[in-house]
């Protein structure tokens, strides 16, 4: 089964581990401080902090921002995170219909408005940046913060600068099927100086240190990623920008293959020159009278050993969510899961295969499409 993501890992990527397994530190030490000033170096930010999780990261995030009780404007088209987080800080999600890239729209930002909204956290839906320049000036014209929730586009650009530096905060994901990977583990990455002393307070129990004495001001927590992990993160990050360009030439060439097809529209072929996408997802949209089969369509492609995945059911439509905010009706992101599929596309994969598993997919839809 050729899965739709999954990590690329070297004898480089094993020797640092081992190196790292045999050093003085295993919790705390040198390779953690290490990572963080290269992912500060490679975005181009003041200040990284590494965690456990993106999911942690989120969570310390919207803690340090002390969103609780506040509403926060986010995508129904994200992994469950994003929002499960601001619950956990009490916070409210108030869900903004996404556009055709899968992203937030941001025309539909003013239609959010209501009094007690204090952000936009946004995702970079399968790589692609968010509209930067319009969810900033929506930020600004009304005095919002401006989250990013990057977790799927560690080494995208947009306009030719790196995602990363282009919200008041961004967050990023290790996981093992991520860009990079250090199994699993996130990153916060800010400009923000105070912001920056809160997080390295929160990761860390609340504990302050001055010479031998310790003081606890404030509530934190043990989220501290270790130096396995940050071994593991300093050797992928040499190699991320030959996996992103790997993953481009794979999407490119399913671009090609599928060009004009009768049954899905790329997303990939659709996205701005703006954009630079990280590609951890490769979407395809079915077209509406394909969309009663999918399941079909879902079940044929995994028995023809395509490691297919759908991205992703919307926050809104989960009974966690209905339960608490009452059914909301988000028509664009509704139609979108019903549409997509996420074909295989990572770094591991060949030309060859991506070819192959092009001609299974038009091959099953012809053949689905034929029976409707
Ligand atoms: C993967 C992902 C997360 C969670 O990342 P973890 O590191 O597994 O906690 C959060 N948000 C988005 C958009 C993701 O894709």
Not at 148 to 159: I, K
Not at 289 to 302: N, P, Q, S
Request: with cysteine.
């Amino acid at each position: 089964m050729n899965p739709y993501s999954t990590q690329c890992i070297d004898t480089d990527d094993l020797k640092a581990v081992q190196q790292a397994l045999q050093g003085a530190h295993l919790a705390q030490g040198p390779l953690v401080e290490r990572f963080e000033g290269a992912l500060a170096d490679y975005l181009g930010v003041k200040h990284v902090v590494v965690c456990t999780s993106a999911t942690t990261a989120l969570f310390m995030l919207y803690h340090a921002l002390d969103l609780a009780n506040a509403k926060v404007i986010t995508t129904p088209l994200s992994f469950v995170a994003t929002a499960s987080m601001l619950l956990a800080n009490r916070a409210t999600p108030i869900f903004c219909d996404i556009g055709q890239d899968g992203n937030i729209n941001p025309a539909l930002l003013e239609n959010c408005l209501e009094s007690g909204i204090k952000a936009v956290v946004s995702v970079d839906y399968g790589g692609a940046s968010v509209d930067i320049e319009a969810i900033k000036s929506f930020c600004a014209k009304h005095s919002l913060l401006f989250l990013s929730d990057s977790s799927h586009a560690f080494g995208g650009e947009y306009c030719g600068a790196k995602i990363g530096g282009l919200a008041d905060a961004s967050v990023f994901s290790f996981h093992a099927i991520k860009s990079i990977t250090t199994a699993e583990g996130g990153a916060i990455a800010t400009n923000d100086g105070a912001l920056y002393t809160r997080l390295k307070l929160l990761i860390s129990h609340g504990v302050e240190k001055n010479g031998w004495d310790t003081e606890v001001q404030s509530l934190g927590f043990n989220f501290r990623m270790n130096e396995l992990q940050a071994a593991l993160g300093l050797s992928q990050l040499k190699k991320v920008d030959a996996f992103i360009a790997k993953r481009e030439e794979i999407a490119c060439l399913y671009d090609h293959l599928f060009k004009d097809n009768p049954y899905f529209t790329c997303l990939h072929a659709t996205l701005s020159p703006k954009i630079k996408s990280a590609n951890h997802l490769y979407p395809i949209l079915l077209k509406p009278h394909l969309w009663e089969k999918k399941t079909l369509i879902l079940d044929m492609l995994v028995q023809a050993q395509m490691g297919v995945q759908v991205h992703y059911k919307p926050i809104h439509t989960f009974k966690l969510y209905q339960d608490l905010l009452g059914t909301q009706g988000l028509p664009k992101a509704q139609d979108f899961y019903k549409a997509e599929i996420s074909l295989p596309c990572h770094t591991k994969m060949s030309l060859e295969q991506a070819t192959d598993s092009a001609k299974k997919v038009l091959s099953i839809l012809k053949s689905v499409a034929e029976s409707c």
